[in-house]
């Protein structure tokens, strides 16, 4: 059964930083973009970053410059490092993950996390 398990979100004043993790587990083959997205109430989920398995990055603009992604392969890990937080950056963040489920083949499936709370205080 594939998993992927979140941790690292919690209560900061604005300006502050906080690392988020996200962890893949089960049998898979290979894992391809690994991305954070994130839910505000009220709001849809939003992209805001997406790191591809050659280390491509893309950023939403909010995010740009206060925000970097990063993976480890051999930890089946993607991070989130947030930097000088803004209270319009609370929200849920999922990560999510593209695997390959079977070697040899071009077909993946995107799995989600289960979700983590940042909120930012002003």
């Known amino acids: 059964q594939v998993q992927l398990v979140e941790s690292g979100g919690g209560l900061v004043q604005a300006g502050g930083s906080l690392r988020l993790s996200c962890a893949a587990s089960g049998s898979f083959f290979d894992i391809h973009d690994m991305g954070w997205y994130r839910q505000a109430p009220g709001n849809q989920r939003e992209p805001v970053a997406v790191i591809a398995d050659n280390g491509r990055t893309n950023y939403a603009d909010s995010v740009k410059g206060r925000f970097t992604i990063s993976r480890d392969n051999a930890k089946r890990t993607t991070y989130l490092q947030m930097n000088s937080l803004k209270s319009e950056d609370t929200a849920i963040y999922y990560c999510?993950?593209?695997?390959?489920?079977?070697?040899?083949?071009?077909?993946?499936?995107?799995?989600w996390g289960q979700g983590t709370q940042v909120t930012v205080s002003s």
């Open positions: 999510k993950a593209d695997l390959e489920l079977l070697p040899y083949t071009t077909d993946t499936k995107p799995y």
